[in-house]
């Protein structure tokens, strides 16, 4: 499985972004596929997946961000929207494996990340 994000930038207080994220290397196109993301010195946090037409958030996003998947299902994006410094942080698109059960609200089910992109908001 691999995954490549894209979208990332710098974005003043109360801006939007989106990031996208192509996927591939598996044909079995239902699978829980997530973005989650690092700040420097904070634990990671998984802030939103989706499984078919059903979608989860984290509180600190619920609201203000937004995970989608293209109609061929093979990019998946999150619109951003209401930015604040705290949002600041490396983030990361991810799929868990595919085939198998998955959580789209569990973090340990997301087994393949992409190599980040890097928001910043000032």
């Known amino acids: 499985v691999q995954l490549v994000e894209s979208g990332g930038g710098s974005v003043e207080s109360g801006g939007s972004l989106t990031l996208s994220c192509v996927v591939s290397g598996y044909t079995n196109k239902r699978n829980c596929l997530g973005w989650l993301r690092q700040a420097p010195g904070k634990e990671r946090e998984l802030l939103a997946g989706?499984?078919?037409?059903?979608?989860w958030y984290a509180a600190s996003v619920k609201g203000r961000f937004t995970i989608s998947q293209s109609d061929a299902e093979n990019t998946i994006y999150l619109q951003m929207n209401s930015l604040t410094p705290d949002d600041t942080a490396t983030y990361y698109c991810a799929a868990a494996q595919p085939g198998t059960y998955c959580d789209i609200s569990r973090e340990a089910d997301f087994r393949y990340w992409g190599q980040g992109t890097q928001v910043t908001v000032s």
């Open positions: 989706l499984y078919g037409g059903s979608s």
